[in-house]
Nanobody, 131 residues
Framework: QVQLVESGGGLVQAGGSLRLSCAAS????????MGWFRQAPGKEREFVAA????????DYTDSVKGRFTISRDNAKNTLYLQMNSLKPEDTAIYYC????????????????????????WGQGTQVTVSA
């Protein structure tokens, strides 16, 4: 049974940093794409970043490029999202997700920005950025 458990959220001032973690268990994720999504109050859940577990290739939504970094630790089976230069508009619940169709990563990249394509989800962690 796949489990994804996020942690590391909290309250931070604008300009500050947080690192989110997602502990993954239940199977080997070598052939998965792992993603981070977020949902702000009153808004739909949106793509933030994704990484192809096997080779570390990554992708980001434009609004976080240069500020956020997605990474993974193979030994710990853990996904990370390092968030720097945080802005109030980054306030949201952040979710990690797993997609087993990694072989499409280089041919259909846009697929991995769609939440409906992901097979497994964590429960989310709240990030609040104060002005």
């Amino acid at each position: 049974q796949v489990q994804l458990v996020e942690s590391g959220g909290g309250l931070v001032q604008a300009g500050g940093s947080l690192r989110l973690s997602c502990a993954a268990s239940g199977r080997t994720f070598t052939n998965y794409v792992m993603g981070w999504f977020r949902q702000a109050p009153g808004k739909e859940r949106e793509f933030v970043a994704a990484i192809k577990w096997s080779d570390g290739s990554s992708d980001y939504t434009d609004s976080v490029k240069g500020r956020f970094t997605i990474s993974r630790d193979n030994a710990k089976n853990t996904l990370y999202l390092q968030m720097n230069s945080l802005k109030p508009e980054d306030t949201a619940i952040y979710y990690c997700a797993a997609d087993s169709v990694d072989y499409l990563w280089y041919s259909v990249r846009e697929r991995f920005k769609e939440e409906k394509e992901y097979d497994y989800w964590g429960q989310g962690t709240q990030v609040t950025v104060s002005a």
